[in-house]
């Protein structure tokens, strides 16, 4: 046989042996794309995640339970079942996130329950309104919080993880407690303290208990705070307007609680 | 009636009429002459017809009427140019199926990489040939070159086409440059924004020259859109114009080189003459190259099949996220390396110029007239020398001589790094119990008691990053380092990883703490391995059927 038959006869085995390859290749090529599909949106709920993390949780809570009196929470019945028709949606939910996301809200659609965060009530996220999320990112916002569908509709239950006990010294310290408290009852959505909150809607608190000592002549600076926390319409600090704090700590907080949290914003020198 | 019509006479009437088509469509053949070349058999006719076609036909007229029997040894050519070609063709034709669905727009282009591969039926199968065949170009060329090198074949009447070879590679290594970009991901996008910054270290021009690659300062919209016209048609224009020069030459001029023993070796005359016998293009060599096409495609699917992990497609490009750690693509180590010896308009811009007018002018530069490797020693051990170089450079531009980070985000980036597969993606999403895991404090085996078969996976994963805070500790990079791994179940299907190192830094005197949180869905493959093993899953079962 010359060189020539040979590769004539290796050619055509090789090229039946493609065309196989190839058939069968087509046939799993239908469950390969829904696959990848599915793998494709479940990077977009793990990107959707971080971004929610980074730029959401200060209002909406960090598995989205929201602040009562502040902002609503998203990971909630009402919000997958009746929303949409409160405030007369006719797209998709998704899109109806994506929408607010992006748009934010000039003022909120339920000031008697949800003040949001001042003026306006949610910023606009978009980098079409001056906000800093892309198109892409706010659509991965949206699906991550679609994923909660079926746990704020109760189909799927889930463990919340054991929070550790906290070492003696800490269990001890009341300016931990108090730290605690802070963050819990969602201080940080609106008032800043380096290092541990960024909010700015409310006052910076970074250096708390210095400036409570002279807000109100003849005031301690814990009666001034105590006062804040329980009362916050009975001094304004200049530049911020009133009605904006929810008046309801008082009843939400345990006494010790209250006191706690006090111990910690004294401990802002 | 039925008598009256001759039967010969109408078979012989069909059969001239498709020998007549038959010869008008390839210019000369007739039917039986088509036959006997695709049998290899001898000519039927006379004078030969397979000449005839060289003057006839336009495909044909560009093609070699013969090569010299000598020219033709593998081990002398290795078929390297023609596997060149190939795979230039395999880009053309794969990358005008991904030009179809590809939207070269900042917003578009990384969801309509994503359509291609999710919802175009061979979308992925073409994007990962088309990547991978983009590497064997390069690959390809660089061989060629260096066996058009050690050959000796750049020689005198050879030397322009050597320096249209050299255009060539430029042009390739300038393809795959900007097709990098095309993706809009995160490596593509950091990658070829350290590629264009070398530009800026051009003297004189550099601002400029950036500013007309990015199209601002920096890429983006315009950038992509200059990557992706630069991609699509100037380059591959470029490409066909001095391609045809530089085939021309080869099968028109002055034929492939001879080896040299048979030009100045010491061998029988009669040997020298066999090995100028014409081998005719019609049949064997036009046989022979379609056997090699045959041959090529078929490795190049089993390997892009079974042995390749798939075209890389990381987190959509993101301007204000530079990532820990950035690559370029190994066909540029080399310059990478270079980077770190000096300045970078010196070692970036004018050594690498100098040197690339060096490759230019070798055929000008050598004027030994002997082709064969004892009678050029000085030629042969410098390029011998130029490719351990170029090798060693290439090692100094890995990515593991990178910029120093602490050691408390390295060790979390090698578990989990920001893009890619990593140890944590590996452990079985169901491995992943909701926990906290102290280092040197939780069990080392264990960690599951709840699940029946364990979860070796999640151990072996607490393992390693045990052992890589504890090396730390005893090297001293972690002074008190403790260490923690919290699982949370975040939402249905989603589990939130968090990742947390605290250390006393001696400089400062403070406490610091580095942490990372991973959110992993159970759908999510990240690795690109899917289309590779369903591929073989799929043989194995239908096959057993």
Redesign the interface.
Request: proline share 4%.
């Given at each position: 046989m010359?060189?020539?038959?040979l590769?004539?006869l290796?050619?055509v085995i090789?090229?039946s042996?493609?065309t196989v390859?190839?058939v069968?290749?087509?046939?799993?090529?239908?469950?390969?794309?829904v696959?990848?599909?599915?793998?494709?949106?479940?990077?977009e709920?793990?990107?959707g995640?971080?971004l929610f993390?980074n730029n959401c949780t200060g209002c909406h809570g960090l598995?989205g339970e929201g602040i009562p009196g502040l902002c609503p929470p998203l990971n909630n019945k009402e919000f997958f079942t009746t929303r949409m028709k409160e405030v007369g949606w006719s797209g998709s939910l998704e899109d109806y996130i994506i929408s607010t996301v992006a748009g934010g809200r000039v003022a909120s659609t339920r000031p008697d329950q949800y003040v949001g965060q001042g003026n306006p009530a949610m910023p606009s996220w978009s980098d079409q309104y001056g906000g800093p999320l892309?198109?892409?990112q706010i659509a991965s916002i949206a699906q991550?919080i679609m994923?909660?569908e079926?746990?704020a509709l109760e189909?799927?239950v889930?463990?919340e993880?054991a929070t550790?006990t906290p070492s003696p010294e800490e269990a001890a310290d009341p300016v931990a407690r108090g730290q605690q408290v802070y963050l819990d009852s969602g201080c940080g959505g609106c008032h800043t303290i380096q290092g541990l909150t960024s909010g700015t809607v409310g006052p910076n608190q970074t250096n708390l208990a210095t400036n409570a000592q002279t807000r109100i002549p003849g005031m301690s600076a814990e009666d001034y705070i105590r006062q804040s926390i329980v009362d916050p319409s009975a001094y304004i600090v200049e530049g911020f307007t009133d009605g904006i704090m929810p008046k309801n700590y008082s009843e939400t907080l345990q006494p010790d609680q209250l006191s706690d949290l006090i111990a910690f914003l004294l401990s802002l020198k | 009636m039925l008598r009256s019509i001759n039967f010969q006479d109408l078979r012989q009437k069909i059969y001239s009429a498709v020998d007549n088509r038959v010869r008008i469509i390839t210019a000369g053949l007739g039917i039986h002459e088509l036959r006997a070349v695709?049998?290899?058999d001898p000519p039927t006719e006379k004078p030969n017809p397979r000449f005839k076609v060289h003057t006839t036909s336009f495909l044909f007229h560009i093609r070699p009427r013969y090569y010299q029997q000598g020219s033709t040894i593998l081990s002398h050519t290795f078929r390297l140019g023609f596997m060149t070609v190939f795979f230039y063709t395999v880009e053309l034709i794969t990358g005008v199926i991904l030009m179809i669905y590809y939207v070269p727009t900042p917003?578009g282009a990384?969801?309509s990489i994503?359509k291609i591969?999710?919802?175009v039926?061979?979308g992925?199968?073409m994007r990962d040939l088309h990547r991978l065949g983009a590497e064997a170009t390069v690959i390809f060329t660089f061989l060629h070159l260096l066996r058009t090198y050690f050959t000796g074949s750049y020689k005198k009447e050879r030397s322009f086409t050597w320096f249209t070879g050299v255009i060539l590679l430029g042009i390739t290594l300038f393809l795959s440059f900007f097709g990098y970009l095309l993706p809009w991901d995160q490596l593509a996008y950091w990658a070829v924004t350290i590629g264009t910054s070398m530009a800026e270290a051009a003297p004189f021009v550099g601002t400029q020259l950036n500013l007309v690659l990015r199209g601002a300062p920096d890429i983006g919209a315009g950038g992509l859109l200059r990557a992706y016209l630069l991609h699509v048609i100037l380059l591959p224009l470029l490409a066909l114009l001095v391609l045809s020069i530089h085939y021309y030459k080869v099968s028109r001029e002055h034929g492939i080189s001879l080896p040299a023993r048979f030009e100045e070796g010491d061998i029988p005359e009669e040997k020298k003459r066999e090995a100028k016998r014409r081998i005719d293009f019609l049949?064997?060599l036009f046989?022979?190259e379609?056997?090699l096409t045959?041959?090529g495609?078929?490795i190049l699917?089993?390997v892009t099949?079974f042995f390749y992990g798939g075209a890389p497609l990381e987190?959509?490009a993101n301007p204000q996220q530079t990532p820990l750690d950035t690559e370029a693509p190994w066909y540029f180590w080399w310059l990478q390396g270079m980077l770190k010896l000096g300045d970078k308009t010196i070692m970036g811009i004018i050594v690498p110029t100098l040197l690339v007018i060096l490759l230019f002018a070798v055929p000008y530069i050598d004027r030994n007239p002997y082709r064969s490797f004892v009678k050029r020693p000085v030629a042969v051990s410098l390029g011998v020398f130029g490719v351990l170089v170029l090798i060693l450079l290439s090692y100094m531009g890995l990515p593991i001589y990178g910029i120093e980070q602490t050691a408390s985000t390295r060790i979390i980036q090698d578990l989990s790094p920001e893009e890619g597969e990593g140890p944590l993606r590996e452990v079985p999403y169901e491995q992943l119990q909701?926990?906290?895991y102290i280092v040197n404090e939780s069990p080392a085996e264990n960690l599951c008691p709840e699940m029946d078969y364990g979860c070796p996976e999640f151990e072996s994963f607490f393992a390693l990053y045990t052992d890589k805070v504890n090396l730390a500790i005893d090297a001293g990079d972690l002074v008190n380092g403790d260490a923690v791994l919290?699982?949370?179940?975040?939402?249905?299907?989603?589990k939130?990883v968090t990742m947390r190192i605290r250390w006393d830094d001696e400089e400062s005197g403070e406490t610091k703490t580095y942490e990372r949180?991973v959110?992993?869905?159970?759908?999510?493959?990240?690795g690109y391995e899917?289309?590779s093993n369903?591929?073989w899953?799929?043989?194995i079962t239908?096959v057993a059927f």
């Open positions: 010359s060189r020539s038959n590769e004539i290796l050619g090789l090229v042996i493609t390859i190839l069968v290749y087509g046939f799993n090529e239908q469950d390969r794309m696959l990848e599909s599915e793998n494709q949106q479940a990077r709920i793990e990107v995640a971080t993390e598995k892309r198109e892409d991550f994923n909660w079926s746990t189909e799927v889930l463990e993880l550790p | 695709l049998r290899g917003s990384y969801p994503i591969m999710s919802e039926p061979f992925n199968l049949p064997d046989s022979h379609i056997y045959i041959l495609l078929f699917l089993v099949l987190h959509i909701q926990g906290i919290v699982i949370e179940d975040w939402q249905a299907d989603l939130k949180h959110y992993m869905h159970r759908n999510s493959q990240v899917i289309p369903m591929a899953r799929a043989l239908n």
